[in-house]
Structure formats: C-alpha cells, structure tokens
C-alpha cells in the first residue's frame, strides 16, 4: 500500500486517474479525507500561504502520510502560479529559487514524485520588448536548471506548466518551448483552459503536439476563451470531445486534475462528464 502514496500509475482500460487540488484556505490532512469522500483517485498537494506552506506542510508530514495510505491515496505537488523565476531582480529571484528548494525538500518528504512550477511572466512591462523576453527566458531558464537538479538528487521529477499572458509576450508557446528545450528535464504539465486562452482549440491541440513526449499531468477545466474562469466542464467553449479524442491518441492514461473551482459539485459532475467522454471516445 506505501507504493500507492507517491507512485502514479494508470488505471484499467486506459482510464487515467482524476483528482483534485487542495484549497489552499483549507487543511491539506482535511481535504484528503473530503477528496475521498467525494470519490477521487488522488490529490494535488498545493505549495502556497495561508494553510500550506512548505513550513506548514512538513509539520503535517506524518498525518498527511498516514490519510494518503489509509484512503489508499496517490498525490502529487502543485505550486502557486505567481512565483517569480524569471525577474532580474536578483535577490528576489534568488529568494523564490531557496524557497522552491523548500517546497523540493517537502515534497520529497512527502514523497511526492512530481511537482509543478508555472510559467508565468507577469512583471510589469517584461514582454513589451523583445529584448526584455530573452533577458525573462535566460533568468527563468537559469532558474529551472539549479531546481531541476536540486529536485532530481532527492527524487522528485519537476513538471512546467503552461501560463498564457495576455497583456504581454511571455505566456506563448514559442517563448515556454524555448525553457524546455534548454531544461530537457522538465516534464509538461498541460493546463487545458491556459492553453484555450492563448489561442482556442488550436492552442490546445499545439500543446499536445509540441510536448507529447513529455506530458505527465493535466489541469482540466473550461472557459470562454478570454478569463481564467475556471468553470466546469460544458460551462464555457472548449470542446471536450476534441480534447479527449487527442489524448487517447497518444494513449494517456496518467493523471488529470479538475481545476473547477465552483464548486466541489461542480468538480464531481465535471469529472463523470469526463469519464463518460472518455468511455465513448474511440479512435
């Protein structure tokens, strides 16, 4: 059963696996038992202030370990979006790389396989030039190479998430290809509503393609295609049946997360909705 708690392995006929991610105004021990309750396969362990620190987290260690095996639980880590790996300020980035090495250092405790980090870019007038985006790509970059390192030495894989940035020219594919190409150890952590906002269906489908060798985890919820909504699924324009049927093409069976924050109803219907899609898709 303790194999269960950090190892995140497919289910049958190809079903991945569904979860949720903790709140992070809640408990995390509270919300393992919610999320069971409710019928999910695993939590998303969120890294952020006010109920879940790095500090916070690693003084719930044993309880948090302890629910996951009794629930007969996976989890894997999620950070907060808006850390800051691409400024030039420097102290300040070197203030969130020491505090990522706390989250790597927690989730290794907690022996989470794989963590998240975003990338995001929004610092002021950073993207309004061009030259401003290499300097953002290089300290980012630089950034994700130290933690990338630091995490595979205590046995936790790194995932980059997709961020799209509307009002500047760091959130786009060509800009999040160029990190992982030069930090060929990051894994891709699709968002399906980030990559709808950066250019609809086609932004998914670029995604998938650019990356498919790399994917090991999915946010999904839905949106129209403008705002970070996070709605269930059907309450905005995606196209979930596209959506599905891409990734049955590649045979994903790993982990997808319902980042519906409506409500916890909303996530259960969202996720039958998904089930039902999934059982229907055939390719």
């Known amino acids: ?112 396989d794989l963590l998240n980090f975003h990338f995001y870019g929004r610092l002021g007038r950073v993207g309004a030039t061009e030259e401003s985006i290499g300097t953002f790509l290089e300290n980012f970059t630089d950034s994700m190479r130290q933690l990338t390192k630091f995490a595979k030495a205590r046995k936790v894989s790194l995932m980059l998430e997709n961020v799209p940035t509307e009002e500047n020219g760091i959130g786009r594919l060509e800009n999040f290809s160029a990190v992982m190409t030069r930090v060929p150890e990051l894994q891709f952590h699709l968002d399906v509503g980030h990559a709808f906002i950066e250019n609809r269906m086609n932004g998914i489908r670029s995604y998938i393609d650019a990356f498919a060798d790399k994917l090991v ?21 995606i196209d979930f049946k596209k959506v599905v049927r891409w990734l049955k093409e590649l045979n994903y069976c790993k982990t997808i997360t319902f980042e519906v924050f409506t409500s916890y109803s909303d996530a259960v219907r969202s996720r039958e909705r998904l089930k039902k899609l999934w059982s229907k898709t055939r390719i």
């Open 1 to 112: 059963m303790a194999q269960l708690i950090g190892k995140i392995l497919p289910m049958n006929d190809m079903m991945p696996r569904f979860g949720l991610l903790t709140d992070p105004i809640e408990q995390v021990p509270e919300e393992i038992i919610r999320f069971r309750k409710l019928g999910f396969d695993y939590v998303e362990i969120g890294f952020e202030e006010p109920e879940a620190t790095p500090q916070i987290l690693a003084k719930q260690r044993k309880r948090i370990l302890a629910l996951l095996s009794e629930n007969r639980m996976c989890a894997l880590g999620h950070t907060a979006y808006w850390v800051q790996f691409g400024s030039s300020h420097q102290k300040a980035r070197n203030g969130w790389i020491e505090e990522a090495k706390d989250m790597i250092r927690v989730a290794s405790q907690l022996k989470l």
């Open 217 to 237: 985890h999915i946010h999904i919820h839905d949106n129209h295609g403008t705002e970070d909504e996070h709605l269930p699924l059907c309450g905005g324009k």
